[in-house]
C-alpha cells in the first residue's frame, strides 16, 4: 500500500485501502443437488451448475440450441432480417 502511495498510483492504493477496511468475508460453496441434498465440494458444485445450464439451453425439442456447435451465419443475430432492395426500389430511391 506505500509503494502504491509513493509511486502516486491512487487506483491501486484506494483499492487496497478498501480491501483492509472490508476485510475477510468467507465465501459459501454450496448448492442443491437435483434431489435437494446439499453439495459443498469444489467439484461437485461446478458439475451440479454445469447440469443446470444444460437443461436451461435446451430447447422443447431436445435440442441444445447450438451451444457448442458451430453456428451458420444468418442464425440469430441482433439485427433484423431485411429482405434486398428490388428494381422496384431502387428505380423509386433515384
Same mark, same amino acid.
Given at each position: %500500500? #506505500?509503494?502504491? $502511495? !509513493?509511486?502516486?498510483?491512487?487506483? =491501486?492504493? $484506494?483499492?487496497?485501502?478498501? !480491501?483492509?477496511? /472490508?476485510?475477510? =468475508?468467507?465465501?459459501?460453496? %454450496?448448492?442443491?443437488? =437435483?434431489?435437494?441434498?446439499?453439495? !459443498?465440494? /469444489? ?6 451448475? !454445469? #447440469? $443446470? $445450464?444444460? /437443461? ?18 444468418? #442464425? ?14 431502387? #428505380? %423509386?430511391? =433515384?
Amino acid at each position: %500500500m #506505500e509503494t502504491a $502511495y !509513493s509511486d502516486n498510483e491512487t487506483n =491501486k492504493f $484506494y483499492r487496497e485501502v478498501n !480491501s483492509i477496511r /472490508k476485510g475477510f =468475508k468467507q465465501q459459501t460453496l %454450496m448448492i442443491k443437488d =437435483k434431489e435437494g441434498k446439499i453439495v !459443498s465440494n /469444489k467439484d461437485g458444485v461446478l458439475q451440479r451448475w !454445469s #447440469e $443446470y $445450464y444444460e /437443461k436451461h439451453f435446451e430447447l422443447e425439442d431436445g435440442t441444445d440450441n447450438g451451444i457448442g456447435e458451430e453456428r451458420t451465419m444468418g #442464425e440469430q443475430t441482433a439485427e433484423p432480417c431485411v429482405e434486398p432492395p428490388n428494381d422496384v426500389d431502387t #428505380e %423509386m430511391a =433515384k
